[in-house]
């Protein structure tokens, strides 16, 4: 077999696509791609906004133990919906450890992982991420359902989910910052 320019430049990206889609390399690949690509999330407009009214949301700690979002009325939560699986999850992860870091004091972090606990566990340990991670015990509230992750709310002292955002984002950016200390100045009825 005569191996022509064409043969050869099919079989480089026959090589190529099968990188991307069937190996680690390939999902490296798509994490860098994310990260490259992704912005500062936008608030929502006020007339957008919708109140979170069921808060009763059972949930299970990584860490063990039990957990009610119940927990977080009245105060600034970040809940964000991944798994390790996930490419643009993966690749949002360190931009909201830099987010955790600065304000783990003020804001409720939620990580719902849509994936073992063994494996939430090996990735955390893996990557030195310290971020509160949990697990769904039964459907998320009505306002909080999501088709696609990963998805993240910002959800301010009032239950209004001020902020949703679906993919990938940087989340340690001046926006997210300026919001997230508004919020906290707001005082809860």
Not at 64 to 87: D, Q, S, Y
Not at 106 to 132: I, M, R
Not at 163 to 176: H, R
Request: proline share 5%; glycine share 4%.
């Amino acid at each position: 077999m005569k191996w022509t320019k064409s043969k050869l430049i099919n079989g480089a990206v026959l090589v190529f696509l099968m990188l991307y889609l069937f190996t680690p390399v390939g999902f490296y690949i798509k994490v860098q791609i994310n990260s490259l690509l992704s912005f500062s999330p936008s608030a929502l407009a006020s007339e957008e906004q919708e109140r979170l009214t069921d808060y009763q949301w059972p949930l299970k700690k990584q860490k063990g133990g039990g957990f009610n979002l119940e927990e977080n009325r009245g105060k600034v939560v970040l809940l964000n919906f991944w798994a390790t699986w996930c490419a643009p999850c993966v690749a949002e992860m360190p931009s909201f450890q830099k987010l955790y870091d600065r304000y783990s004091k003020k804001v409720e972090f939620v990580f719902l992982a849509s994936d073992t606990e063994q494996k939430v566990g090996a990735f955390l340990h893996k990557k030195n991420y310290t971020f509160p991670v949990y697990f769904a015990q039964t459907k998320a509230p009505d306002q909080l359902s999501h088709k696609s992750i990963p998805t993240t709310y910002i959800i301010d002292r009032k239950g209004n989910i001020v902020l949703k955002e679906v993919g990938t984002a940087n989340w340690n950016s001046d926006m997210v910052s300026n919001l997230l200390d508004e919020l906290l100045k707001e005082q809860y009825p």
